[in-house]
């Protein structure tokens, strides 16, 4: 297994989620009676996506699905590249628990299940479990039942409402983390070898404006909302 040399830090991702392509069916989606629960596709990779969904409803008449793989079980299907046009108008937020998806997902203030397959995922899941705004499960063993409860918990507490407006609002307050924390270190290395300042303050300069440009809550999708 390689190793990352002692000079190099690990600062974070990069996240800007750029505005989504709106599907043709988003006006009947976002009319639906039913409580909407929007599925990205990274969370579909249980041992049966279609069967599961019937199980969770098996009449149709709970939940509106929409699922951006193009699945087979939901009652609307689209590319990824919807998924913030998409999001503003679900109640509920189903995801595998990525980095990507975990950020749009408390940006838009949407409760999220978090169906989750690796350590990184999982450990996505319980944060968001301990701010209260979401749940988390094993893809491969959740049931039915284990998400019906969850849905209806979620959904059903004024409180995770009130967390997710407060998750929001402190990310928004933020600039980008990534590019800031960059930044951070930047400055330091600036005033631990004055003799490299001149070089440094250019790509501190570019960091700082870089963070303050991709601040959450730039993006065209969020401002829609």
């Known amino acids: 297994m390689k190793t990352v040399p002692m000079n190099y830090f690990y600062v974070g991702p990069l996240i800007h989620a750029e505005p989504g392509v709106s599907p043709s069916w988003l006006d009947e989606f976002s009319s639906s009676p039913r ?14 996506f279609a069967e599961f969904f019937r199980a969770v409803d098996p009449d149709r008449r709970i939940y509106t699905l929409a699922c951006t793989d193009r699945a087979s079980a939901p009652d609307f299907s689209c590319g990824p590249e919807s998924l913030t046009a998409v999001l503003p108008h679900a109640d509920l937020f189903v995801t595998h628990g990525g980095l990507g998806s975990t950020y749009v997902g408390m940006v838009a ?19 968001l479990a301990k701010l209260g705004v979401g749940a988390g499960f ?39 983390g990534a590019p800031r924390a960059a930044a951070r270190l930047v400055a330091e290395c600036i005033n631990r070898f004055p003799q490299a300042a001149d070089r440094l303050r250019p790509v501190l300069a570019q960091l700082r ?17």
């Open 35 to 48: 409580v909407k629960i929007l599925i990205t596709g990274g969370s579909t990779n249980m041992v049966d």
């Open 109 to 127: 203030a949407k409760p999220m299940i978090v169906l989750y397959d690796q350590f990184e995922r999982q450990a996505n899941a319980h944060r």
């Open 138 to 176: 094993d893809s491969a063993t959740v049931t039915p039942d284990e998400f019906i409860a969850a849905t209806k918990r979620l959904l059903g507490d004024s409180g995770v409402r009130t967390q997710l407006v407060k998750v929001r609002e402190q990310l928004l307050a933020e600039p980008t």
């Open 209 to 225: 404006d870089s963070s303050d440009r991709r601040r959450l809550g730039n993006e065209e999708w969020v401002a829609a909302m």
